[in-house]
T-cell receptor
Framework: EPEVTQTPSHQVTQMGQEVILRCVPISNHLYFYWYRQILGQKVEFLVS????????KSEIFDDQFSVERPDGSNFTLKIRSTKLEDSAMYFC????????????????FGPGTRLTVT | DQQVKQNSPSLSVQEGRISILNCDYT??????FLWYKKYPAEGPTFLISISSIKDKNEDGRFTVFLNKSAKHLSLHIVPSQPGDSAVYFC????????????FGKGTLLTVNP
């Protein structure tokens, strides 16, 4: 069964450093998302991406964040200068284009990258 | 800003009995609702969903009920199995062009053998 993969599984970085989190969405999916979950809190939407551009972003997704689909398979989240409060689990998700028998609402999540900023 | 609320942080049931997980929402623009299951150190796994034009959707042991007038949905698991023990998240989407999901805080379900 196809699945979303994410690397690395755990990233430790120092405050102020740049990090890139990588995701490989399911191959026929066209909608891509990043969410995060701070320990003990709910899963929060960060950004959605479709047709090579951001379709919506939350207020969390400020100028320090960027996303990119550098090739036909990877989807990346970059944090330019990490802060302590960026420590969280980051989940990538994807969904397929709406068509008969498919549903773009149903997002499939990767296993997450645990980002620890020290 | 809790647009999706799961007021029970935990639920414990006996194996073989019914588990009922509840979720309330406040945003009238939500038109699609989903339940996800999450084990520790894993990502959320899609379980079942329902469109706002329906009031029930069933998939095997899992049934989701939607009461639009009450802005309430519930997930029924019958019969419950120990492997169902996990955190269950309710999520909602207002559709549009991006399908972003708004999640509840989750309910930890424990099914005791």
């Amino acid at each position: 069964e196809p699945e979303v993969t994410q690397t690395p599984s755990h990233q430790v970085t120092q405050m102020g450093q740049e990090v890139i989190l990588r995701c490989v969405p399911i191959s026929n999916h066209l909608y891509f998302y990043w969410y995060r979950q701070i320990l003990g809190q709910k899963v929060e939407f960060l950004v959605s991406f479709y047709n090579n551009e951001i379709s919506e972003k939350s207020e969390i997704f400020d100028d320090q964040f960027s996303v990119e689909r550098p090739d036909g398979s990877n989807f990346t989240l970059k944090i330019r200068s990490t802060k302590l409060e960026d420590s969280a689990m980051y989940f990538c998700a994807s969904s397929e284009p709406a068509s008969y028998g498919s549903n773009s609402y149903e997002q499939y999540f990767g296993p997450g990258t645990r980002l620890t900023v020290t | 800003d809790q647009q999706v609320k799961q007021n029970s942080p935990s639920l414990s049931v006996q194996e073989g009995r019914i588990s009922i997980l509840n979720c309330d929402y406040t945003n009238s623009m939500f038109d699609y609702f989903l339940w996800y299951k999450k084990y520790p150190a894993e990502g959320p796994t899609f379980l079942i969903s329902i469109s706002s034009i329906k009031d029930k959707n069933e998939d095997g042991r899992f049934t989701v009920f939607l009461n639009k007038s009450a802005k309430h949905l519930s997930l029924h698991i019958v019969p419950s199995q120990p492997g169902d023990s996990a955190v269950y998240f309710c999520a909602a989407s207002a559709g549009g062009s991006n399908y972003k999901l708004t999640f509840g805080k989750g309910t930890l379900l424990t099914v005791n053998p």
